[in-house]
């Protein structure tokens, strides 16, 4: 990186409502990166008779999806997040970003990260890498995303324009792609 990007936040936030596709316009900006080089999920809703819907995940660079919710029955109120998936979630994209990557998308920061537990290392990990990082925050989680980032992170609107312009500040691969 050069210095000028040094000064920077490698961190921005993406506030966002539950209607807003956040996850469309983050997987618009990934494809602008070569496949390789890109770490981090988006969600995708699935319907089920049980609990209305299942959260699956689709890593950016294998795309591969797994479910992070699990269907906990008829009777229950909801599903519930699969915590086992979401350490594997947070293992593969430990190894995305070990592997060499030149940006992070975390789709949601949420109740787990919220509570301290999540995504979080990996986000943390990123940065230590100089790897910039985009993250979707809902309102609700707002202060627990505030509190884990203590003012370091820029805001960027839910803006396929703006979040490519955030991105060409942090790297050199979104100016050329």
Not at 27 to 45: E, F, H, L, N, T
Not at 110 to 118: F, I, L, T
Request: aromatic share 6%.
């Amino acid at each position: 990186m050069t210095q000028d990007t040094q000064d920077k936040p490698l961190l921005a936030g993406i506030k966002f409502q539950p209607e807003d596709p956040i996850d469309d316009v983050l997987s618009q900006v990934a494809s602008r990166y070569p496949q390789d080089q890109v770490a981090g999920y988006v969600q995708k809703r699935r319907k089920d008779r049980d609990c209305g819907t299942l959260v699956y995940v689709r890593n950016l660079r294998s795309g591969d999806e797994m479910s992070i919710t699990k269907n906990r029955g008829a009777m229950a109120k909801g599903c519930k997040l699969d915590g086992d998936a979401l350490s594997t979630l947070s293992e593969d994209l430990a190894r995305d970003i070990e592997a060499g990557s030149d940006v992070l998308i975390v789709a949601r920061f949420g109740r787990s990260e919220a509570e301290g537990r999540g995504l979080r290392d990996v986000i943390s990990r990123a940065m230590e890498r100089e790897i910039p990082v985009l993250v979707g925050v809902r309102d609700e989680y707002a202060g627990a995303w505030d509190e884990f980032h203590g003012g370091i992170a820029d805001t960027v609107a839910l803006d396929h324009h703006a979040i490519l312009t955030w991105l060409d500040q942090h790297t050199s691969i979104a100016e050329s792609a």
